[in-house]
DNA sequence: GGGGCAAGTAGAACGCGTTCTCGTCGGACG
DNA sequence: CGTCCGACGAGAACGCGTTCTACTTGCCCC
């Protein structure tokens, strides 16, 4: 008798799925999140994910076709709860200040929070290259949400205009995370130079 | 009897290294760029670039760190290459074009040739987020090339305000790239936005 | 309640990057 | 010319991501 079903072709949409297996799922994240903040990205290893939250290796591969794409999703939700964040602290202060001003602080303010937990930067940039369709996705969603919060604080400058300026400054953004964990810059030139590409690009816009 | 010697501890010095030695480097990048050539980056074995190159394994991690290193010096190289070819091809027709348009060409140039290798353009990408201290050490030295060779296209731009402008081309072209090879957008938008983007920040500074 | 099947568990197996072992070679120095 | 030592070749060994196997569990439908 010869079988020929071909299983496990791909993780399931977070949609289609049960309470229970969003509940591993998420549990699955913090774990990657946890263990990546204790001892870094390069030596997590997925058997100890899966200790850490209980859920049997070939059922974490049910859940995410790779580590990468565990890995992006952990960055990912990371990243938008920065943004939110990010966001929020900017209405309180939003008085008197350019847009110019704002988009400066935004960067400011995300870079510090890199700073503060330099192995989510290492995540980010260690996973930015993966070539896994469903990580893939899963950065395309946080590049998306990255835009988005840039939209809103500056919300002054035409959208048409803007776009490209949000390109820039999360290309510059991303490239600057990366030459300084990967050693090639010190993190206050890196900061510097990313608040220098926001004001050059931005003060055009800026009516005071 | 203890043997307390640790060897192989870095490849030694591409300076201090004898001409046969030299050889044996060249052809392991030479047939590294063939294979990734043929067959792409994620399907390129250490092995396979040994027995191409006729050097032993053991031996192939003598001259280079890890993989990445291998990848990130063959890279390089091939870069160089290119922005050695750009900016001669913007010698021949500079009458007339101002300095934006020149730099417009040379990115516009720059994108054809890695889509006329798109493995290569693959490779370039999987290998910028290396934290191997070797390959970030060649991937400065092509960042360094990239940032001399616009320098040189856009040589009426005051430094001072180019360094900026250099890096946020250096970043975005970098960016494109990574969104083109990860699917996350078409080639034809990664090309324009690239060009929208020098033409963004150059026009200040046309003076035709 | 019972039968059937997708989903879960535990852990072995496999592939490839990296390291280790050990025998051989080649070239500098007495 | 002989000797010595670092570099090389061949391939086994090891670690970890990923897949496979065999068994068990939970859930829907009759």
Redesign the interface.
């Known amino acids: 008798m010869v079988r020929v079903t071909k299983v496990d072709l791909s993780p399931r949409p977070v949609e289609a799925m049960s309470p229970r297996q969003l509940e591993r799922r998420e549990s699955l994240i913090a774990a990657a999140l946890a263990l990546v903040n204790e001892i870094g990205v390069?030596r997590l290893q997925m058997k100890q994910v899966c200790e850490r939250s209980g859920v049997a290796l070939g059922t974490a591969y049910r859940y995410f076709s790779s580590k990468d794409h565990l890995l992006a999703a952990a960055i990912a939700e990371w990243h938008r709860l920065l943004l939110a964040d990010l966001v929020s602290e900017l209405r309180g202060p939003r008085g008197g200040l350019g847009t110019t001003d704002r988009v400066v602080r935004f960067v400011r303010h995300g870079m510090r929070a890199y700073q503060r937990q330099p192995q989510l930067a290492?995540l980010r940039?260690?996973v930015?290259?993966?070539?896994d369709?469903f990580a893939?996705e899963a950065?395309?969603g946080m590049?998306r949400a990255d835009n988005a919060a840039l939209q809103a604080v500056m919300a002054e400058v035409p959208t048409a205009a803007s776009d490209?300026?949000r390109?820039?400054v999360?290309?510059?953004w991303?490239?600057?995370l990366?030459a300084w964990?990967?050693?090639?810059t010190t993190l206050g030139d890196a900061r510097r130079?990313l608040e220098?590409?926001v004001r050059?690009?931005l003060t055009?816009y800026d009516t005071p």
Chains 1, 2 share one sequence.
């Open positions: 390069e290492r940039v260690a930015a290259a993966s070539t369709p893939s950065l395309q590049a490209l300026v390109h820039i999360g290309h510059a991303q490239g600057e990366t964990v990967t050693g090639r130079r220098d590409v050059l690009v055009p």
